[in-house]
């Protein structure tokens, strides 16, 4: 069974151009949480979904972020018109059921983005 | 705000000695979870604590929690080289998200 898969590993962007961070969750995981952890700092949570649904978006930014979790495929986190703040690891984590649940969460390597 | 902060920010220690890590939080907590990660690696769960329980143990790891006074320990006993890295404690409340803190940095020398 394998882990939460993220992928690329790291992705270089220049200011203004797209990038797409994608999240295979674990086999028979329905929940994707994406958090974003900044050099030094602990990880900041951004967006809970959960299959086609977006549960709590309370810390995604509103502006050029979203993400998505379709019924077939990954999830994916979309940062439009990148900027050098959004340079930072992008960890996404999934779970068989909602973590209040008690239920433990398996994180991915995350995504190392890099704007130049 | 913040809800988990860890304390120290950095620990160096020797190999064989006992490594403690404490964290503190704001708010009313279903369960509290430490993490591990290695340099510019993803994060490896530890060990989970709810928030009836006050102690857990798993291998050479030890948590305790008292939600009276919002804090939790993680000791490492005897530890190793490889057990450098940065430590995580991560708060689920009723939101059903985890909140982490910002991490203690432990250095074990060899």
């Known amino acids: 069974n394998a882990g939460v898969m993220q992928n690329p590993r790291h992705l270089v962007r220049r200011r203004g151009q797209e990038a797409r961070l994608r999240c295979s969750p674990m086999k028979g995981h329905s929940h994707v949480y994406w958090y974003r952890q900044l050099p030094e700092e602990g990880l900041k949570f951004m967006v809970y979904l959960q299959k086609e649904n977006i549960i709590d978006e309370s810390g995604m930014p509103k502006e050029r972020f979203s993400a998505e979790f379709p019924k077939e495929g990954p999830s994916i986190l979309r940062i439009q018109q990148v900027v050098r703040g959004d340079s930072a690891a992008y960890f996404c984590?999934?779970?068989?059921?909602?973590?209040?649940?008690?239920?433990?969460?398996?994180f991915g390597q995350g995504t190392r983005l890099t704007v130049v | 705000s913040q809800q988990g902060e860890e304390d120290p920010q950095a620990l160096s220690i020797q190999e064989g000695e006992n490594a403690t890590m404490n964290c503190s939080y704001k708010?009313?907590?279903?369960?509290l979870q430490w993490y591990r990660q290695n340099s510019g690696r993803g994060l490896v769960h530890l060990i989970l604590?709810?928030?009836?329980?006050r102690e857990k143990h798993s291998g050479r790891l030890r948590v305790t929690l008292d939600t009276s006074k919002k804090s939790s320990s993680l000791l490492i006993t005897a530890s190793r080289a490889a057990d450098t890295a940065s430590y995580f404690c991560a708060t689920e409340g009723n939101t059903g998200k985890l909140i982490f803190g910002q991490g203690t940095t432990l250095q074990v020398k060899p």
């Open positions: 984590a999934s779970s068989a059921t909602r973590m209040r649940a008690n239920t433990e969460a398996f």
């Open positions: 708010t009313s907590i279903n369960n």
């Open positions: 604590i709810r928030s009836n329980e």
